[in-house]
């Protein structure tokens, strides 16, 4: 088992930049590729970045390529995503998932993979 758990969100103004944090215990967080997904009020959870266990390998949504950017330091047992020059597109709740690393990086961008998922964090960036 893994838990998962976000910090780092809140209220910033449009522009601005915010850090989240996704901090695991339970097994070697190595083990495991990492995502961040959305999810807007009335809306699908959606896919915003994944990092390979090793950190070695990114993928971004689209629209965050350029102003997001995930990290981790597996010592210790934390993802980042850095998300500079925020709009009010994305406000949202985001939550961190793993995802066992015996999965092809492919995967990362389908919620379903996941094993495992935190609480989820609010990210408010008013228009």
């Known amino acids: 088992q893994v838990q998962l758990v976000e910090s780092g969100g809140g209220w910033v103004q449009a522009g601005g930049s915010l850090r989240l944090s996704c901090a695991a215990s339970?097994?070697?967080?190595?083990?495991?590729?990492v995502g961040w997904f959305r999810q807007a009020p009335g809306k699908e959870r959606k896919f915003v970045a994944a990092?390979?266990?090793?950190?070695?390998?990114?993928r971004y949504e689209y629209s965050v390529k350029g102003r997001f950017t995930i990290s981790r330091d597996n010592a210790n047992n934390t993802v980042y995503l850095q998300m500079n020059r925020l709009k009010p597109d994305d406000t949202a709740v985001y939550y961190c998932?793993?995802?066992?690393?015996?999965?092809?990086?492919?995967?990362?961008?389908?919620?379903?993979?996941?094993?495992?998922w935190g609480q989820g964090t609010q990210v408010t960036v008013p228009s």
């Open positions: 990092i390979s266990w090793s950190g070695g390998t990114t």
């Open positions: 339970g097994r070697p967080f190595s083990n495991y590729h």
């Open positions: 998932a793993a995802v066992s690393a015996l999965e092809g990086f492919g995967v990362v961008v389908r919620t379903t993979a996941y094993n495992y």
